[in-house]
């Protein structure tokens, strides 16, 4: 199985808008929508943000959205804060119920 | 509130075979909504899944690794294990247990993480 296709960074100034997307194949994403996406601090560990696309748990502020066509997924952060500066890795299930990870996009608030 | 928790020894020589232990408090490990998984990080790099176990001991692992991995359960003691042998120093990695969603039930997300405990592989 390979790993999920991600940008390896991204920008943006506070206040702005940024989309990180995560591509993948017909025998995880495209085929199913168990696509999560988890957010890390240096030296901590990942938190969930997004799961099955679009959800998000409790306690994630909205700014957070999630969506899907076909092979890639993203994540949309709005109203970019300091704090939002991190890395940020996709994942999905697969057709042989394993999982597979993106390569991480590290994102910077300018 | 669950959390869970690595334990293990943090320096394994070249060769020789990596254990690891996460104990799960604050809920029980026979739940049929969830498995059990282990996923690392080496220094700098990015997350890779190593496998998963459910309550009743089914086991999926990543391909890439799956000669050398071994994932059990012990739900009287609420824990489940990693056994990686045959190490060498590509395998110097953060290593995190997790709790995944079982994906029957509608989700396959990891909501809950341990924090993480380094293991080195050097003689």
């Known amino acids: 199985q390979s790993a999920l296709t991600q940008p390896a960074s991204v920008s943006g100034s506070p206040g702005q808008s940024i989309t990180i997307s995560c591509t993948g194949t017909?025998?995880?994403?495209?085929?199913?929508?168990?696509v999560s996406w988890y957010q890390q601090h240096p030296d901590k560990a990942p938190k969930l943000m997004i799961y099955?696309?679009?959800n998000r748990p409790s306690g994630v502020s909205s700014r957070f959205s999630g969506s899907k066509s076909g092979y890639t997924a993203f994540l949309t952060i709005s109203g970019l804060q300091a704090e939002d500066e991190a890395d940020y890795y996709c994942?999905?299930?697969?057709?042989?119920?394993?999982?597979?990870f993106g390569g991480g996009t590290k994102l910077t608030v300018l | 509130q669950l959390q869970l928790q690595e334990s293990g020894p943090g320096l394994v020589k070249p060769s020789e075979t990596l254990s690891l232990t996460c104990t799960v408090s604050?809920?029980?490990?026979?739940?049929?909504?969830?498995?059990w998984g282990w996923i690392r990080q080496p220094p700098g790099k990015g997350l890779e899944w190593i496998g998963k176990?459910?309550?009743?001991?089914?086991?999926y692992t990543n391909p890439s690794l799956k000669s050398r991995v071994t994932i059990s359960v012990d739900t009287s003691k609420n824990q489940f294990s990693l056994t990686l042998t045959s190490v060498t120093a590509a395998d110097t990695a953060l290593y995190y247990c997790?709790?995944?969603?079982?994906?029957?039930?509608?989700?396959?997300?990891?909501?809950?993480w341990g924090q993480g405990t380094l293991v080195t592989v050097s003689s």
């Open positions: 997790a709790r995944q969603h079982n994906w029957n039930y509608g989700r396959a997300d990891f909501d809950y």
């Open positions: 604050g809920g029980s490990i026979r739940s049929t909504i969830y498995y």
């Open positions: 994942s999905s299930n697969t057709r042989t119920s394993h999982v597979v």
């Open positions: 099955e696309v679009s």
């Open positions: 017909s025998s995880d994403i495209n085929s199913y929508n168990y």
């Open positions: 176990i459910y309550f009743d001991g089914t086991t």
